[in-house]
């Protein structure tokens, strides 16, 4: 009978969420923190006003070992460092304290203070892709990661994909650029596999370096005649590409398209 009853508050105990504990000093975490059991939380303390989750070498030391699904930022924190770096794989909430003013969460992901620029989306985020309505930019980095993604359709107000903003996707098939996007930053779509097709901006002017580099299931590519600027290795490593049309006058000389890819220019 106590075995039983030793087994049940143990079974009980395992339901509780545990958090990493930190210390604050002049504003900053100090480099040493403790946790019990499998934590599932990271609770920035109030009175921190930067926080560098790389640094601390959470992410590449503990994201194998431990289970976490929230990080709560407190209202004084006013750098996040580094956040393109943040990968937890089963993260579903970033929370922001609704007195800070630098940082805001919509949907469990994190913004800046006016909600115009996604900074970062949560691996395991259940609302994404789900946008605020003032966004006009996605952050480096923002979705590095999230293989859940299969299809997603950006806001017309978007006006810059920053650099490595979808890299890592790697079950995107689908992707609708919104009108008004004029640049597509460094790897932004890199190591998308599965990506199969894209509707394009009729606004972008530049494609960043290997943009596109590692859609081994990339087939057509139809750049649109706003284009003037393409990267070097724009189409590195896409194995099944097989058609490109480009404006004439569009150097794609570098983009390391494949040899047998049919080149049309209009």
């Known amino acids: 009978m106590r075995k039983i009853i030793l087994l049940l508050l143990l079974l009980i105990i395992c339901q509780y969420s545990f958090a990493i504990e930190f210390t604050v000093k002049n504003g900053k975490i100090d480099n040493t923190y403790k946790y019990t059991s499998q934590p599932d939380t990271i609770n920035i303390p109030e009175g921190a006003t930067e926080w560098d989750d790389f640094r601390m070498g959470i992410t590449t030391l503990f994201n194998s070992k431990m289970n976490i699904k929230v990080i709560n930022i407190p209202s ?67 979705f590095y990661g999230c293989a859940d993604i299969k299809y997603i359709e950006l806001p017309n107000n978007i006006k810059v994909i920053e650099d490595n903003t979808f890299e890592n996707c790697e079950n995107l098939k689908e992707i609708y650029i919104g009108d008004k996007v004029t640049k597509i930053g460094k790897e932004a779509f890199s190591n998308c596999y599965k990506l199969q097709y894209i509707r394009w901006s009729p606004s972008v002017n530049i494609i960043g370096e290997r943009a596109f580099a590692g859609c081994y299931n990339l087939r057509i590519v139809d750049i649109p005649k706003s284009v003037n600027s393409i990267g070097e290795g724009a189409f590195a490593d896409c194995d099944a590409l097989k058609y490109i049309s480009a404006p004439k006058g569009l150097d794609i000389s570098k983009t390391d398209y494949p040899q047998n890819c049919e080149i049309t220019f209009y």
């Open 76 to 142: 004084t924190l006013k750098t996040f460092k580094n956040i393109e770096r943040i990968y937890y794989p089963n993260l579903t909430n970033i929370n922001v304290n609704k007195n800070n003013k630098y940082y805001k969460s919509y949907v469990g992901c994190l913004y800046n203070n006016n909600y115009t620029k996604l900074l970062k989306v949560p691996l395991k985020s259940s609302y994404c892709p789900s946008f605020h309505d003032n966004i006009t930019s996605i952050g480096k980095g923002a």
